[in-house]
């Protein structure tokens, strides 16, 4: 497997302001634990497996006082992105495809496996994460609905 682009936690700090719309405090063991979930553990180093475990235990540990949801959802979307896996070419498909996916760790590792399957377009240099999320429409899950 190619070198994985992980979040840092300013990353995942800078998202949360852009979902929110307003700085929250946060939980900063929680926080720093949460953003380790991108990493592999215990042998599945997968980009799915990977995905899977942040999306499912980010919102778990709620680092933040709200937005965690959203927070990973759209940091998920930008680690599958910067890893070279683009869910959809329509930003709102993408959202809604990966919220489907729902929030027991399986079921998300499988939908995103069979999207890992399908292909990877290649990706060259270190990711812009900042620049893949504000392709996304926050207000369709950001600040308006908590």
Do not use: C
Request: charged residues 20%; negative net charge; proline residues 5%.
């Amino acid at each position: 497997m190619a070198k994985v682009h992980t979040l840092t936690v300013p990353d995942l700090v800078w998202i949360n302001l852009q979902v929110s719309g307003s700085t929250q405090p946060f939980d900063y063991a929680r926080l720093e634990e949460g953003t380790f979930y991108q990493f592999g553990h215990k042998g599945d180093s997968s980009l799915a497996t990977r995905a899977a475990r942040f999306l499912t235990g980010f919102p778990k540990l709620a680092p933040f006082n709200s937005f965690n949801e959203q927070t990973a959802i759209f940091a998920t979307l930008a680690f599958l992105e910067g890893n070279g896996l683009v869910v959809s070419d329509d930003p709102v498909q993408a959202m809604d495809w990966l919220r489907s996916l729902g929030t027991e760790f399986e079921d998300v590792r499988t939908g995103l496996q069979a999207k890992v399957d399908a292909g990877l377009r290649p990706s060259h240099g270190l990711p812009d994460f900042q620049n893949l999320v504000t392709q996304y429409d926050v207000t369709k899950y950001g600040a308006t609905k908590e």
